[in-house]
């Protein structure tokens, strides 16, 4: 069984940055995707970013391309969101989480078999 530990969340004014960072209970060697969501109040849980454990190619929602970067570390069996230049709308819960296949389509939410807890981030005006 696959744990996620979300953590980096917090309070930041905008045009601040966050680093958020998903530790991984099992060692990841194989081409799954790992992906960043996040729900906001109300809303639907959204795609932010992904990224291929094998190449570390990523992809990014519109919303925060240029803005966000999502990496990993092997080693460590852990990935990265870092997020500049924040905004208000960037409020709400993030959420990690890998694939239930290899190389899945990174965007969609339905791809995800395992999640983390989530850890909020707010950014105020």
């Known amino acids: 069984q696959v744990q996620l530990v979300e953590s980096g969340g917090g309070l930041v004014q905008a045009g601040g940055s966050l680093r958020l960072s998903c530790a991984a209970s099992v060692r990841i060697f194989s081409d799954y995707t790992m992906g960043w969501f996040r729900q906001a109040p109300g809303k639907e849980r959204e795609f932010v970013a992904g990224i291929r454990w094998i190449g570390g190619s990523t992809y990014y929602a519109e919303s925060v391309k240029g803005r966000f970067a999502a990496s990993r570390d092997n080693a460590k069996n852990t990935v990265y969101l870092q997020m500049n230049s924040l905004k208000p709308e960037d409020t709400a819960v993030y959420f990690c989480?890998?694939?239930?296949?290899?190389?899945?389509?990174?965007?969609?939410?339905?791809?995800?078999?395992?999640w983390g807890q989530g850890t909020q981030v707010t950014v105020s005006s």
């Open positions: 989480a890998r694939s239930t296949l290899l190389r899945s389509t990174p965007s969609d939410v339905h791809n995800y078999a395992y």
